[in-house]
């Protein structure tokens, strides 16, 4: 199904969002873990696509093989980090060739050690470039890309990081879907300002279940996302990881329930290649029309 016969108005889109194990046996119990994810009837899952494209043939494998054993639309992630762009056009081939549905279109993280990003020779130095390339060459494809309700770490301010986003929607993104956070009100601050800058795709929340205290610091100091004063201390309350892992799937269940009550389009979950956080998450919250 496409993109945009996927996301209507009467219904909630569901997703989530897997990475390539390193070794063949991660693969099998990655596997495994679908087949308990589908059983929440997700509208489609993703797969990431490491460094470099150094997971590229992991992640069509995958992506191909829950297809065919699911019979659920798949997403493999792209980037432009290391590739030139006859090199990403044989990705896209092999990627319709072995029935991918989506692409998420991503310029991708410098390359480990350094600072910025910087384009192979023949390459793309943006998303909006892969969007385009991906639009104009490869129709067949969904496209999806990333939105920073917190604004992109690297982005000068605000407006320049929303000016980025409105290019590559307007380079033929079907669908937007954000970086993690962790309160409510900076997606609806978010989403506000895509609608006054023209942005009428739809704007999917993506959520990352909290499993520890000590892999929330580690992340969301990466992605430089805010943890609410509430939360983290709650979370700073207790060293029992049983009990923060609780902590976080609350309030990842109050933030899922919140967001459909606003009316978001869909919901992404970053699940971490796990199931139990985010089937217990689902268990709790109503309105997800499956």
Do not use: W
């Amino acid at each position: 199904m496409s993109l945009a016969k996927l996301f209507s108005p009467d219904r909630c889109v569901l997703s989530f969002e897997l990475f390539p194990p390193k070794s063949d046996d991660g693969v099998q119990d990655l596997l495994n873990t679908v087949v308990e994810l589908n059983a929440q009837r997700p509208d489609f899952f993703t797969c990431t696509y490491g460094a470099g494209g150094s997971t590229r043939d992991r992640t069509l494998t995958i992506t191909s093989q829950i297809r065919a054993t699911h019979q659920v639309p798949v997403a493999s992630h792209l980037t432009c980090v290391g590739s030139t762009r006859d090199q990403l056009r044989e990705y896209l081939k092999t990627a319709r060739e072995r029935g991918i549905d989506y692409i998420v279109a991503l310029r991708g993280d410098p390359p480990k050690g350094e600072a910025s990003f910087t384009a192979v020779a023949g390459g793309l130095r943006y998303a909006n470039e892969l969007v385009e390339l991906i639009r104009n060459e490869f129709p067949h494809f969904g496209i999806l890309v990333a939105g920073y309700p917190e604004v992109h770490q690297e982005a000068v301010d605000a407006t320049s990081d929303m000016a980025n986003l409105v290019r590559k929607v307007d380079a033929g993104a079907d669908a937007i879907v954000t970086q993690l956070f962790y309160d409510n009100d900076d997606f609806f601050r978010f989403r506000d300002q895509c609608v006054a800058a023209g942005i009428r795709v739809p704007i999917v929340p993506g959520l990352l279940p909290v499993l520890s205290l000590k892999q929330v610091q580690r992340i969301a100091s990466l992605c430089k996302a805010k943890l609410p004063n509430e939360f983290l201390s709650r979370l700073q309350q207790t060293e029992d990881l049983e009990a923060q892992f609780e902590i976080g799937v609350d309030h990842a269940a109050k933030q899922t329930q919140g967001l459909i009550d606003s009316g978001v389009p869909g919901i992404h979950f970053y699940v971490l290649n796990k199931c139990l956080a985010t089937n217990q998450i689902l268990g709790r919250v109503t309105g997800l029309q499956r």
